[in-house]
T-cell receptor, first 115, second 116 residues
């Protein structure tokens, strides 16, 4: 079966540009997560959706980061006015239910480079 | 707040050697879940195991085994008879039981290099 997919896989942006990163979770998965992984570090939580509701956005580093999941399936992470410190791999994960202990399955990530 | 520490940043072994990855965690909760993920060069995090805090029984899956010691807050991972395909970064992670949708807290990862 299809896993979590993300697009684009690579994105190069000039400082100040807006970017949009897409995540297609596993079909039927209720929960969706975004993580940011800086080079050589472990992933860090950004935000969480239960269906279309964004229940936790405590990890978003600034108000330039915005995420949505309007129909409870595909999600988009948008970064406005990108800065060099936004360069990282952005990982999306989904889990079947809204139970906190469900296993999260990850996509391949989008590597964002801000010049 | 919860924290996961993987003190080993990189381990290099020769094929067929055993390798043990250390993971130490901190949490105030009595109920929590621990995970191990593998991140090969392709970048995708691959789920390996999930263990809840009430189950201290060690687990073996093929060449992989896990040692959960609640008394020392450790959840170590051993690869037996390592193979070149085991080369990857391995992450230990923790979820505390609260309201729905808890985030994974990851350690910094341990890079394993298996040489032929």
């Amino acid at each position: 079966g299809a896993g979590v997919s993300q697009s684009p896989r690579y994105k190069v942006a000039k400082r100040g540009q807006d970017v949009a990163l897409r995540c297609d979770p596993i079909s039927g998965h209720v929960s969706l997560f975004w993580y940011q992984q800086a080079l050589g570090q472990g992933p860090e939580f950004l935000t969480y959706f239960q269906n279309e509701a964004q229940l936790d956005k405590s990890g978003l580093p600034s108000d330039r980061f915005f995420a949505e999941r309007p129909e409870g399936s595909v999600s988009t992470l948008k970064i406005q006015r990108t800065q060099q410190e936004d360069s990282a791999v952005y990982l999306c994960a989904s889990s079947l239910r809204d139970y906190s202990t469900d296993t999260q399955y990850f996509g391949p990530g989008t590597r964002l480079t801000v010049l | 707040a919860q924290k996961v520490t993987q003190a080993q940043t990189e381990i290099s072994v020769v094929e067929k050697e055993d390798v043990t990855l250390d993971c130490v965690y901190e949490t105030r909760d009595t109920t929590y879940y621990l995970f191990w993920y593998k991140q090969p060069p392709s970048g995708e995090l691959v789920f390996l195991i999930r263990r809840n805090s009430f189950d201290e029984q060690n687990e073996i899956s093929g060449r992989y085994s896990w040692n959960f010691q609640k008394s020392t807050s450790s959840f170590n991972f051993t690869i037996t008879a390592s193979q070149v395909v085991d080369s990857a970064v391995y992450f230990c992670a923790l979820i505390e039981i609260k309201a729905a949708g808890n985030k994974l807290t990851f350690g910094g990862g341990t890079r394993v290099l298996v040489k032929p």
